[in-house]
């Protein structure tokens, strides 16, 4: 065990100073903790061998012995008898305990959370959205009650600067070393301590408005900025508005699961949406101009040409949802829908039975038609 290199299982230089060291460790410490390690049994290892060599160059007087023998002190290699003094009896047996401390291999519930900085739950919450809202973005507010660090002692737990004391099971060091003989030779291992879950220390003045724990359930408001062109499904991310983390570690992030509800008249197929207009028949038959009513205050101008039929679709590029990286727009599409009257006077069945006798190519079908939109809408 005394081949190990902790500079190079720390990722760090020979000359990192004591916060690359700090820094190196958490960032792998989260990396490889068992929790979410793809690879549990590897990510089990590993965990340890950081845990290692992290008690070792985090504390000067072994990190100077390590840099000058070349391993830990105490790490008698080469000893089988090597020190068990202490530690739950010794043995194999003690082999167990430390190994279950260390993973929880025995299923020992969340104890091994609580011994290091943990990152806090990441929340999530549905959001519902008008299509208007999406397709201008918005700023919304959202409320919700969640645990968040305590605003009396700040998540510190107590509001007393002797409010902890050292941890007298580990003397405030959090970590407890024992030497454990293995098939490959002796190793030394580190495990959180658990009189203190790994703390170095022990509550005894918790403050008063969280009884110690930090955190405390608060309900809050949050502004959130709603990018135009947002779709049902997408996810906004909240960094650092999850749960607060334990011991120091950070918050997770809240996620807002959006909905967008369905719009009366407009319909939203990707970054495309669809519009029906309703046209009289008459302009139909002769061509004319409408306004197409989109979303807000969007108004776009159809040119109809004559003879329309019902069911054409008329395209209008650019004009239709945003695109979230806002480079461009999809299309708006308008379908048309011919409006044949129901009920007609007597001057208008008039002009009609004309029409209708006058047959479609001959006659003056044009001048007879104006007519007949004059008789039903006077003059449009
Ligand atoms: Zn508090
Ligand atoms: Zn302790």
Redesign the pocket.
Known sequence: MSQKDYYQILGVARDADKNDIKRAFKRLAREYHPDVAEDKSAAELKFGEINEAYSILSDDEKKAYYDRYGHAPGANQGDPGGGFGGFGGGGFGGFGDLFESLFDLGGGGGRRQQARPSRGADYRMGMRLTLEEAFQGVVKEVELTSDVACGRCEGRQTLEADGFAA?T??HGT?QLHQQVRTPFGNLTQVAP?G??QGR?RTLKKPCPECSGRGSVEKKRKLEVKVPAGIDTGKLIRMPGEGAPGNLGGPSGDLYLAIEVDQHKTVERRGHDLFVKKSVFFTDAALGGTVDVEVLLDQKESLKIPPGTQNGTVFRFKGKGMPKLDRSSRGDLNVMVEVIVPTKLNSKQKKLLKEFAEAGSQEAEPHSLFDKIKDALWGGH
């Open positions: 941890c099971t580990c959090g301590c009189a203190c170095g």
